[in-house]
Nanobody, 121 residues
């Protein structure tokens, strides 16, 4: 059974940084595309970033240049480094994993529990 356990998050001031972590178990982690998504209050969950098994990375336009996705396959862990946080980044953040070919922004079938990120001005 695939499990994704998230850590990190919290409340920060605008301009500060946070790092989210996502540890996977029950899967061949290195072969999965890992993604991060977020859902703000009253909005649909949306794509933030993804990293493929080969290391290619993809970002939503709203976070390019500020967020960095990475992975450590030896630790079965994906990270989302968030710098220059803005109030509009406030949301519940979810990590996700998929082996569906070509999946970048959609088609994830394994999800973490979510973690709150709150950015105040």
């Amino acid at each position: 059974q695939v499990q994704l356990v998230q850590s990190g998050g919290g409340a920060v001031q605008a301009g500060e940084s946070l790092r989210l972590s996502c540890v996977g178990s029950g899967l061949s982690f290195s072969s999965y595309t890992m993604g991060w998504f977020r859902q703000a209050l009253g909005k649909e969950r949306g794509f933030v970033a993804a990293i493929q098994s080969g290391g290619n990375t993809y970002y939503a336009d709203s976070v390019k240049g500020r967020f960095t996705i990475s992975r450590d396959n030896a630790k079965n862990t994906a990270y989302l480094q968030m710098n220059g946080l803005k109030p509009q980044d406030t949301a519940v953040y979810y990590c996700a994993a998929t082996q569906i070919p070509g999946a970048i922004r959609y088609n994830y079938n394994n999800w973490g529990q979510g973690t709150q990120v709150t950015v105040s001005s």
